[in-house]
């Protein structure tokens, strides 16, 4: 295995965000891109999430991962009427369903803090082929730093990624997700200056289901990533500082 190469530069915040759900209403776009499914070729939308929910296949690590040839495969042998399915599924990938909210959020964050070092990183977990379709089409690139995708542990991947700094230039790292198992995994991590967000939009279809670990913040709107990022990259103030004070409240808000 390559080691980690280690960087000087310094970097005050590392913001890792969730594209499923958070950056993308993945949610809806699946919704929509059933019921088309379902209403072109005369398929019970019910029989389309049953076979959607058959597709996610358990992979090397142990994980299920949705696979999209294996849905298409599984709509043609169960609807051999059914044609152009990569056609509809394409479309999707094409992506308009960007959350405005929350890119604008993420240019907000580098834009109001001219003067601090801020890197925004995708971190998505899924079919690695279909989740690089879906965002290089979406023109969130152009919002971000990098993307880091993963079929594995979403904690791992930051915690390799984290050895590239140094103690002293370690940047206050905060991650946003809005699923409930990668929130779990990802409080697992062992970083000094370290804020684990649950993104809790009540369109996701994982906004009812509960997370297990402690000191998780919830954010239930884009404007809460924004206020929270910027306080953290002030979070050596004084204590007696307004913004160190604000910090404080949502760290006891923290569930």
């Not at 801020?118 to 279909?130: M, P």
């Not at 979406?138 to 880091?148: E, F, N, Q, T």
């Not at 979403?154 to 140094?166: D, F, G, I, N, Q």
């Amino acid at each position: 295995m390559n080691k980690t190469k280690k960087t000087n530069k310094k970097c005050d915040l590392w913001l890792i965000v969730d594209f499923d759900d958070v950056i993308n209403k993945t949610t809806l776009s699946d919704k929509q891109m059933h019921k088309e499914f379902s209403t072109k070729y005369n398929i019970p939308e019910g029989k389309i999430n049953e076979m959607y929910e058959e597709s996610k296949i358990i992979n090397k690590f142990g994980k299920k991962v949705f696979r999209p040839d294996v849905l298409i495969k599984k709509i043609k042998n169960n609807y051999p009427s059914a044609v152009n399915l990569e056609k509809i599924l394409r479309k999707y990938e094409k992506n308009n369903f960007i959350d405005q909210a929350v890119r604008r959020a993420l240019i907000s964050v580098k834009k109001t803090q001219p003067n601090k070092n801020i890197k925004i990183s995708i971190l998505t977990f899924g079919d690695i082929k279909f989740q690089k379709r879906r965002i290089e089409n979406s023109k969130i690139l152009k919002v971000v730093d990098d993307v880091i995708y993963t079929e594995s542990s979403k904690k791992e991947a930051v915690e390799r990624l984290s050895k590239k700094y140094s103690v002293k230039n370690m940047p206050f790292v905060i991650t946003v997700d809005d699923h409930p198992r990668h929130v779990d995994d990802l409080a697992k991590l062992k970083l000094k200056k370290y804020l684990n967000i649950r993104f809790s939009h009540p369109q996701g279809k994982h906004s009812k289901e509960n997370h297990k670990s402690k000191n998780i913040i919830i954010c239930k709107n884009a404007l809460d990533i924004f206020r929270i990022s910027v306080l953290a990259i002030n979070e050596n103030a004084e204590k007696n500082n307004k913004k160190y004070q604000k910090f404080a409240k949502f760290i006891k808000q923290a569930k």
